[in-house]
C-alpha cells in the first residue's frame, strides 16, 4: 500500500478508479440526452406544426430576371457550394451568380414553403441568400388552406358571390373581409349538411344495399335446388333494393344540389409573381392573414388547428388533415386486445403463483413466458397472418360467410385479427405483473380466508384478486402501452393506411370486427416513408409521433405509480 | 379441536364452483405453453412443405386411335390433352376420359411440330412440302349456372395462308418466336440462315409481308433455337457444334460464340432450352447431362457448364417445364428423372415402362405429365413437386444463377419478368440481421452495462429513482418513432456531419479523461458534495462537446478529408457512402436495446449482497476495486444474460431497419452501407407473397430462423438467470 501511494498522482489517480468511475457516469448522462432529447425533439418539432408562422415575401435574382414569392420560411443551411458547382442539379446557380460567388465556398441557402402546388410546383423551394434582394411582411397576404393541392398563398383580390365580382376596386378592405367571413360562414353550414348526408344517410344505404346483396346471396345458395322457392323468396328482397335505390337517388340529388351551391361562390388572390388564384369555396377549408394576427389571434389559431388535427379525418393521401380515424382505430384495437389479453394473462399467473405446485410444469411455463416476451414482434405478425388470417379466417369465411366468397369477410387483415395478435404478444406482461401482485399478497391473509371457510375458489374471487387488482391493472395498462405503439405485426394482420369506414358505426352489428383500420404508430411509418409528399408531410409525422409518445409515456406513469403505491401499501401488511 | 372435524360438508354449488376454477385456471396455465407451441408448431407445418419429397404418380391411362404422334401438350388446368400426328390432325381430348373434343387437319402430312417460343398455347407444324402452319389453342372457362365449363378449341393463329420457309429437301431446322406483335421465323438449309420479320401481328388477322434476311454460314448446322428474349439464335450442328449470333439487330446479326455445346470428345443426345432459354440442357452420350448457359467474361463470351445432374444412365430425351426452370430426362432404360435446374437435384425418378418411347409434355403448372405413344396409349402422370426451387443449398450456399459469371448469395424474390429465377439464399438476410444487431450492440452494450454500474453502484438513490423508470420509459417508446427519427432526422444529420459524427466516438472519451483529472485538482470537500451525481454532472459537458464537434466539423472534414468525408472513404478505403446505413441503425436500434440491457444488468448488480461488499471493503479494497473484483464478477452471469436478451431484441427488431436502411441485402460489413434483415424482409415482402407459394414458405421460414434465434437467446438468459437466482439464496 505504502509503495503504491508513494509512486506519482497520476498512477494512484488511474489505480483508485476515479476516471472509469467518470466515464460510467457519463453512460447515464448519454441515456438521459438520448431520452430527454428526443422527447424534446418531437414535442418541439409536432407543436410548431400548428403555429401560423409568418409569411415572407422576397424578390429573388434569378437568370431569367427578378422574380417575386411568398411563402413560410421552413429552414435555414450553410451549404458547401462546391457540392452544387459539381451537381446535375445547379439550376440556382448561373454564370452570373458564379462571379459573385467567386472565391466563397460556404453560402446560406433558406427553405421556403412556397404552396400553390397547383399553379407553380413544388410546394417548397430553396433560395440563396445572396439571390435575395429584399424581404417582407406584407400585411395583408393571406394563407389559404385548400382540401386539395395544399395551401395556397397571396393577397386578397376578391370574392365572387353568385356571379357578382368584389374586389378592391368597388370594395373597401373591411368590406372583402366582411364578405369573407360571411361567406365562411355560410359554406361551413353547407359543408356541414354535406358531411352529414355523406356519412349519415348515404352510407347507410349503401350499407343496406350491400347487406342485401349478401342476403340474396344467401338464399341462392341455400335455395340452390328449389328456383321457384327461391324466385319467390327473392322478390321481397328486390322490392326492398328498389325502395333503397330510389331513396339513394334522392339524396345523390340532394347532394349534387349541395355540391352545386358550395361550387357557386369562388375566391380570389394575387400570387406574389401577380399571377391570379382562383379557388372555389368548395375547396377551402380555411383562410387566415398570418403577418396581420396577435399572438392572441395565433394562440387561438394554433388551438384551433390542434383540435381539427385531432378529430378530422386526413386529406391528400394523409399529409394533410387530421388523424381522427387512427387514433379512433388504435383505441379499438386496444380496447378489443385488452378485453382478450386480461383474463388471459391473469389466468396464468394466478395457475403460476396460486394453483401450480411448484416443479418442472412451472419452470417449463416460466420459460414459455420468457419466450413469448422475446419472441420478435414480426414473427407473431406472421403467426397471425398465417393462421388467424387464413386458417381460422377462411375457416370462418367458409362455414359462416359463403355467401361474401370469393371476397373474404374474416380471411382477410382486419380488427379482430389483429386484436388476438396483439394479445398474444402482450401476454407476458399482464403475467409477469399480476404474479408480481400476487407474490406480494402475504399467505397469512390467504390463511386467514381459508381458515374462515372460504374455499379456494372464493378466497381467489373475494380476496386475493381484488387485492391484486392494482397490478393488474398496472399489468393491462404496460400492455396496452406496448400494443399501441406495436407496427411491424400490425402490418401483416389489419393495418390500412386509409381505412374507408372506422371499425364502429351506427349499422348493425355496430362493431365491425372484419374491417381494417387505421394506427397511430402505422400512420407514423405510412406518411414519413411512403407517401410521395414527404417534404410537406414531416411536420404531421412529428405531430403524430408526439401524440404517441405522449400517451405511451403516460400509460408508464401511471403504471409506475400505481405500482409504487402498491409497493406502499403492502409495506405494513407484510411486517 | 373436536368442533373442526363437524364442519358442515361444502355446498355442491360451492364445491362446483371451486372445482371448475380449478380447472379453468389449469388450463389457462397450460395454455401458455400452448401458445408457444402453437406459434412453432404452425411455423413448422407452413414451412415442412418446402422439404416435402417429390412424386410422381399414374392418374389416368386410356387408348386413343393409334397414329405416329409428332407432339402432345396439356393445358394449363390438366383438364384438356392435345396431341399432333404426322398425318397433320390437331386433337383435343379429355385427359380423364379419352373422349376427343375436337379435331382439325391442316390436310398435308407434317414433318415437324414445334411449341412457339413466347406464346406457350401456339403452334408451328411444318408440312412436307416446307409450308409453315401456326395453329392456337383457346381454352375458354365460362360459368353457366354456376356451373364450370371449359370450352377448347384449336385453330389457325392468323387468318393467313401457310409460310413458304424453302425447298423441301433442304430445310434442316427452322423455330419460330412470338411477342410483342412480333412474329419471328428462323429458318436453316444448308449453309443457309433465313429470318423472317412479320411487324403489327395480331392474333387472328392477317399477316403482312416479312422482311426477309438471308445469311451465308461458315459451316451447316442442323438445328436452330431462339435465344433469351429471341434477341440471339442458337445454331446447332448433329456432333453438338454451337454458334450463337446475336439478333439484336435483325439486318445485322453479330457472332456472340462459336464452340461446342458438349464437351469435348462427346456426343450429343439430347438438348434443350429451359424457360426463358438463358439455360441449355445438354445430354451426352458418356451419360452426363449439364446445365450450361453463356457467360460474359473479359474475352467475349463464354459456354460455361454450370451444374452438372447425377443420373444413372444416358439421357435420350429431355422434357422442359412450361413455367419454371425444372424438366424430366428419360434415360436410355427407360426411366425419367424429374430435375430442377437451380438446384441441381435429380427430385425423383419413376419407371415408364412401355411409354418409354411416347412423345411427352409437362402441364404449365408442372402437375400433369402427359405422355402418347404411337399405338394410341395415353398416359397422365400425376406429378407432385411444389417447390423444387428450395433445397438446404439455395437457401444458404453460394448458387450459380442465370446470367452470372459465378455462384453467388442472393436474395431477389420477385421480378415482373415470369422467366425470372427467383433467388431464395437467407445468407445475405441473416448477414444483414447479424450486421445490424452487431452494431446495434456495439454502441448499445458498452453505453447500457457502463450507466448500470454507475446507477446501482455510485448513483445517489434519490437520483437513482428517478433515472430508473426514466430510462425504462425509453423501452417503452414506440420503435416506428425511432425508426422514423433515425431515418428522416438523424440519417441526413450525420451525412452532413460525417467527420463531425465520428470524431465525437474520439473526443467524448477523451474530453471526459480531461474533466475527471481537472475535477480531481477541484477541493475535495466541494467535489464531495457531488458524489453519486456525476451522472448529472456530466450532461452540460457532454453537450458541450457534441455541440463543438459539430462546429468543427468542417475544419476537420477539410483538414483530414480533404473537404469531403463520404468521397474520402469511397476513394481511399473502399467504403461507399449511403444514407441510411449501419451507422444510423446502430444508433437507432443501440437506443432501442439500451434500456433492455441496462435495466436487467442494473438489476443484477443492485441484487449483489451487500455482506459481500462490505467484506470486501473491510479488507481494504477501494470502492473502486471491490466493483471490478467482487460486484462485477459476481453481477457477470445476470450481466451475460441482459446482454443475450438485448441480442434477441436486436436480430427481431423491425420498424428501426426497415426505415433506417434501404433494405438492400448486400452482403459487406461497411458500416456506411445498408442491409437487409429478416424481421424487414418478412414486413416488406409477406403482405406480397401469394398464398403457399415458395416465397410465402420461405418467409415463414425466416420468422421461423427469427424464432430460434431468439429463442435460444432468451432461453440461455433464463436458464443462466435461473443458476444465479439458486446460487444467491444462499447468500
Known amino acids: 500500500m505504502s509503495i503504491e501511494n508513494s509512486q506519482s498522482g497520476w498512477r494512484s489517480w488511474m489505480n483508485s478508479g476515479e476516471p472509469w468511475v467518470w466515464m460510467n457516469a457519463a453512460a447515464v448522462g448519454i441515456s438521459i440526452v438520448a431520452v430527454v432529447g428526443i422527447v424534446l425533439l418531437i414535442a418541439v418539432r409536432g407543436l410548431a406544426h400548428f403555429w401560423p408562422a409568418d409569411v415572407i415575401t422576397i424578390q429573388v435574382e434569378t437568370p431569367s430576371g427578378v422574380v417575386r414569392w411568398s411563402g413560410e420560411e421552413i429552414e435555414r443551411e450553410v451549404v458547401n457550394l462546391d457540392q452544387f458547382r459539381g451537381a446535375s442539379d445547379s439550376s440556382n446557380i448561373d454564370v452570373e451568380l458564379e462571379q459573385r460567388l467567386e472565391g466563397l465556398t460556404q453560402v446560406q441557402r433558406v427553405l421556403l414553403k412556397t404552396g400553390n402546388r397547383k399553379a407553380t410546383p413544388p410546394d417548397f423551394r430553396w433560395f440563396f441568400d445572396h439571390n435575395i434582394i429584399s424581404t417582407v411582411e406584407l400585411k395583408d397576404l393571406m394563407v389559404v388552406e385548400r382540401s386539395e393541392w395544399g395551401n395556397a398563398y397571396g393577397q386578397l383580390a376578391g370574392i365572387k358571390v353568385n356571379g357578382k365580382h368584389s374586389n378592391l376596386e368597388n370594395t373597401s378592405e373591411e368590406g372583402l373581409s366582411a364578405l369573407l367571413a360571411q361567406q365562411h360562414k355560410r359554406s361551413a353550414s353547407l359543408r356541414k349538411q354535406l358531411l352529414a348526408l355523406e356519412d349519415g344517410e348515404l352510407s347507410d344505404i349503401s350499407y343496406a344495399l350491400e347487406r342485401l346483396r349478401l342476403d340474396k346471396r344467401k338464399l341462392e345458395i341455400k335455395y340452390a335446388a328449389q328456383p321457384t322457392e327461391l324466385e319467390n323468396r327473392l322478390v321481397p328482397l328486390a322490392a326492398q333494393e328498389d325502395a333503397l335505390r330510389q331513396t339513394y337517388k334522392g339524396y345523390e340529388a340532394q347532394l349534387r344540389d349541395l355540391r352545386q351551391q358550395l361550387k357557386r361562390d369562388s375566391l380570389e388572390l394575387t400570387a406574389a409573381n401577380g399571377e391570379a388564384i382562383h379557388i372555389e369555396f368548395i375547396d377551402i377549408i380555411q383562410t387566415w392573414q398570418p403577418n396581420a394576427m396577435s399572438v392572441t389571434d395565433k394562440l387561438g389559431h394554433y388551438f384551433r388547428a390542434l383540435g381539427a388535427f385531432l378529430t378530422e379525418d386526413p386529406r391528400e393521401a394523409n399529409t394533410e388533415g387530421g388523424i381522427f380515424p387512427a387514433i379512433f382505430g388504435t383505441v379499438m384495437m386496444v380496447l378489443l386486445m385488452s378485453a382478450l389479453v386480461t383474463p388471459f394473462g391473469v389466468i396464468a399467473a394466478v395457475y403460476l403463483r396460486e394453483y401450480a405446485r411448484q416443479g418442472t410444469l412451472v419452470r417449463i411455463i416460466r420459460i414459455a413466458v420468457n419466450n413469448l416476451a422475446g419472441v420478435p414482434s414480426i414473427v407473431y405478425g406472421v403467426f397471425g397472418l398465417g393462421f388467424f388470417v387464413y386458417f381460422l379466417g377462411g375457416s370462418i369465411d367458409e362455414l359462416f360467410f359463403p355467401q361474401a366468397l370469393p371476397a373474404p369477410t374474416f380471411g382477410t387483415p382486419g380488427l379482430l385479427w389483429a386484436s388476438l395478435t396483439l394479445a398474444l404478444l402482450t401476454v407476458p406482461v399482464v403475467i409477469v405483473s399480476t404474479e408480481e401482485g400476487l407474490t406480494r399478497i402475504p399467505r397469512s391473509i390467504r390463511e386467514g380466508s381459508l381458515a374462515l371457510g372460504a374455499t379456494k375458489a372464493e378466497t381467489l374471487f373475494k380476496i386475493v384478486l381484488p387485492m391484486a387488482s392494482p397490478s393488474i391493472l398496472t399489468g393491462v395498462i404496460l400492455a396496452v402501452a406496448r400494443a399501441a405503439g406495436e407496427v411491424a405485426p400490425l402490418m401483416l394482420v389489419g393495418v390500412v393506411k386509409l381505412a374507408p369506414t372506422l371499425p364502429m358505426d351506427g349499422n348493425f352489428p355496430f362493431l365491425h370486427l372484419d374491417r381494417k383500420f387505421m394506427h397511430l404508430g402505422f400512420h407514423i411509418y405510412d406518411v414519413g416513408f411512403q407517401s410521395p409528399n414527404v417534404e410537406a408531410a414531416r411536420p404531421l409525422v412529428f405531430a403524430t409521433a408526439l401524440l404517441l409518445v405522449v400517451i405511451i409515456i403516460v400509460l408508464n406513469l401511471t403504471a409506475i405509480m400505481l405500482r409504487s403505491r402498491l409497493e406502499k401499501r403492502y409495506k405494513g401488511v407484510e411486517s | ?731
Not at chain 2, 396431341?83 to 379419352?98: H, I, P
Request: charged share 15%.
Open chain 2, 1 to 731: 379441536m373436536s368442533e373442526l372435524g363437524q364442519l358442515p360438508p361444502l355446498s355442491r354449488r360451492r364445491a362446483w364452483i371451486n372445482t371448475l376454477t380449478a380447472r379453468i385456471v389449469g388450463l389457462g396455465g397450460i395454455a401458455v405453453i400452448g401458445a408457444i407451441v402453437l406459434i412453432f408448431m404452425y411455423l413448422l407445418w407452413v414451412v415442412a412443405p418446402m422439404f416435402a419429397p417429390a412424386s410422381i404418380k399414374p392418374a389416368q391411362q386410356f387408348d386413343l386411335s393409334p397414329t405416329t404422334i409428332l407432339k402432345t401438350d396439356v393445358n394449363e388446368t390438366g383438364e384438356v390433352g392435345l396431341r399432333f400426328s404426322v398425318a397433320g390432325e390437331a386433337e383435343l381430348f379429355a385427359t380423364d376420359t379419352g373422349s376427343s373434343i375436337q379435331r382439325v387437319t391442316i390436310n398435308r402430312p407434317v414433318s415437324q411440330v414445334i411449341t412457339v417460343a413466347g406464346d406457350d398455347a401456339m403452334y408451328a407444324l411444318l408440312g412436307d412440302d416446307a409450308q409453315l402452319h401456326l395453329l392456337r389453342a383457346r381454352y375458354r372457362v365460362s360459368f353457366i349456372d354456376d356451373q364450370r365449363r371449359l370450352n377448347a378449341t384449336i385453330k389457325p393463329a392468323f387468318d393467313a395462308s401457310p409460310i413458304r420457309l424453302g425447298q423441301p429437301d433442304q430445310l434442316a431446322g427452322f423455330d419460330v418466336a412470338f411477342a410483342d406483335e412480333q412474329l419471328l421465323i428462323a429458318s436453316l438449309s444448308g449453309n443457309t440462315l433465313s429470318l423472317r420479320e412479320f411487324r403489327d401481328v395480331e392474333l387472328e388477322y392477317e399477316l403482312e409481308e416479312p422482311k426477309v434476311i438471308e445469311l451465308q454460314l461458315d459451316k451447316p448446322y442442323q438445328q436452330v433455337r431462339f435465344g433469351p428474349r429471341h434477341k440471339s439464335l442458337y445454331l446447332i450442328s448433329d456432333e453438338g457444334g454451337l454458334e450463337v449470333l446475336n439478333i439484336n439487330n435483325l439486318t445485322a446479326p453479330a457472332r456472340q460464340y462459336v464452340g461446342f455445346l458438349v464437351p469435348e470428345g462427346e456426343k450429343l443426345t439430347a438438348f434443350v432450352p429451359l424457360l426463358g432459354r438463358t439455360s441449355w440442357l445438354v445430354a451426352t452420350d458418356a451419360g452426363q447431362l449439364l446445365q450450361r448457359f453463356l457467360v460474359r467474361g473479359e474475352s467475349g463470351y463464354d459456354l460455361r457448364t454450370v451444374r452438372q445432374f447425377d443420373v444413372p444412365n444416358p439421357i435420350v430425351k429431355l422434357v422442359p417445364e412450361p413455367r419454371r426452370k425444372g424438366f424430366i430426362a428419360v434415360d436410355n432404360t427407360g426411366t425419367a428423372h424429374l430435375g430442377y435446374a437451380t438446384t441441381g437435384n435429380i427430385l425423383t425418378s419413376y419407371d415408364l415402362n412401355e411409354f418409354a418411347e411416347a412423345v411427352m409434355a409437362i402441364a404449365p403448372r408442372s402437375d400433369y405429365l402427359l405422355m402418347a405413344n404411337q399405338s394410341g396409349g395415353t398416359q397422365v402422370l400425376a406429378i407432385h413437386n411444389e417447390h423444387p426451387e428450395i433445397s438446404w443449398g439455395t437457401l444458404w450456399s453460394e448458387i450459380w444463377y442465370e446470367g452470372y459469371a459465378e455462384p453467388i448469395h442472393s436474395w431477389q424474390s420477385s421480378s415482373a419478368a415470369n422467366d425470372f429465377e427467383p433467388k431464395f439464399s437467407l445468407t445475405p438476410l441473416l448477414f444483414g440481421t447479424i450486421k445490424a444487431a452487431a452494431y446495434a450492440l456495439l454502441f448499445a452494450v458498452p453505453i447500457a452495462i457502463m450507466g448500470a454500474i454507475y446507477t446501482a453502484y455510485f448513483m445517489a438513490p434519490s437520483m437513482r429513482a428517478l433515472v430508473k423508470p426514466g430510462i425504462e420509459i425509453m423501452a417503452a417508446l414506440p420503435t416506428v418513432i425511432l425508426g422514423f427519427l433515425a431515418g428522416l432526422w438523424l440519417a441526413p444529420i450525420i451525412e452532413d456531419n460525417l467527420s463531425a459524427v465520428l470524431s465525437i466516438f474520439v473526443t467524448l472519451p477523451l474530453g471526459l479523461f480531461v474533466l475527471a483529472w481537472c475535477w480531481r485538482l477541484l477541493p475535495s470537500n466541494l467535489t464531495r458534495r457531488f458524489d453519486g451525481w456525476y451522472g448529472l454532472l456530466v450532461v452540460p459537458p457532454i453537450l458541450i462537446m457534441a455541440a463543438s464537434a459539430i462546429v468543427m466539423g468542417p475544419f476537420l472534414e477539410d483538414s483530414l478529408f480533404g473537404g469531403d468525408s463520404r468521397a474520402w472513404f469511397r476513394d481511399y478505403l473502399n467504403l461507399p457512402y449511403d444514407q441510411r446505413n449501419a451507422l444510423v441503425v446502430g444508433i437507432a436500434m443501440g437506443l432501442a436495446v439500451i434500456p433492455t440491457i441496462f435495466s436487467i444488468a442494473e438489476d443484477a448488480i443492485y441484487g449483489v449482497p451487500q455482506p459481500l461488499i462490505n467484506g470486501s471493503l473491510a479488507l481494504g479494497a477501494t470502492p473502486w476495486q471491490t466493483l471490478t473484483r467482487v460486484v462485477l464478477l459476481t453481477a457477470s452471469p445476470g450481466i451475460f444474460s441482459a446482454v443475450m436478451i438485448g441480442m434477441g431484441r436486436a436480430v427481431g427488431e423491425t420498424m428501426i431497419v426497415l426505415m433506417a436502411t434501404g433494405n438492400t441485402p448486400v452482403m459487406d460489413w461497411n458500416i456506411f452501407q445498408g442491409m437487409r434483415t429478416f424481421a424487414a424482409n418478412i414486413a416488406v415482402e409477406l403482405p406480397e407473397a401469394e398464398v403457399a407459394s415458395s416465397h410465402y414458405r420461405i418467409l415463414f421460414l425466416a420468422a421461423l430462423v427469427l424464432f430460434f434465434i431468439t429463442f435460444a437467446f432468451n432461453t440461455i438468459a433464463e436458464l443462466v438467470r435461473q443458476r444465479l437466482r439458486a446460487r444467491y439464496g444462499s447468500l
